[in-house]
């Protein structure tokens, strides 16, 4: 009897945690362009410096412009607009598994879709992770922004796995679950404030994201993450 209560009680208290955990759906999908930064300045400069050459361009040219200067886009490496960047920053990105030295977690947050950071492990990819660590002075985070899977292409992207649910953890607290649309597209999800208003002594913080379930890849097993961004407030 006493063994029945006490495994009831867990079943409770565990029911209890999760229902803490909020569970969202992005709020926004904005797509990826299938070009590199280098050429992307390129058709943007030409934009700008003669309508002529603006009229000239292809429709997939100038979409892919006006996601380039879209203030709200995730691109900040094909924007110079301003951003949390412009005052956040990051101590480390680390990874309970990486694949390879080609695949470190550090690509999840390199500000290029043709890099990714791809875990290791060999039978299951669940509960695999990516941890962001932040300075206690870094500014609060409210927005969190995900392009899903290695993007570098389709074909790549199609073949790869990529994340259906992420558990994500502010402090090593269970915060929320991230529903996440199986597509190219950046992911931009609402996710509260995080971080400290007051940051004279405020500790370093983390936000970890951990695989739960997964879109299985046409020919890998292995799971994929490009890209982890950031958006938030205190920067101006």
Known sequence: MKRLTILLLCCTFGMYINAQEKTLEPRLLLPVPD????QCEKLVIAANDDYDNYEAMSQKEKDIIAIAERDEVLMHFYSPACSWYCGGQIDTVT???SLSEKYLAKNAHDFSIITAWVEGKEDNEDGE????SFPGTCPRITGVMILNGYTKNKEVWRNNGRV??????????????????DTRDCQIFD?????????????AWTIKFEIMEVYPGDKYQD??????????IDVH
Do not use: C, H, Q, R
Request: proline share 4%; net charge negative; charged share 20%.
């Open 129 to 132: 992770y990516l941890l962001y």
């Open 223 to 232: 799971t994929a993450i490009t890209e982890i961004y950031f958006d938030g």
């Open 35 to 38: 070009i590199d930064l280098v």
């Open 95 to 97: 990874a309970s598994s």
């Open 191 to 203: 996710v509260g404030t995080l971080g400290y208003e007051d940051k004279s002594n405020a500790p």
């Open 164 to 181: 259906a649910k992420l558990l994500m953890y502010y402090n090593d607290e269970p915060y929320a679950i991230l529903n996440l649309k």
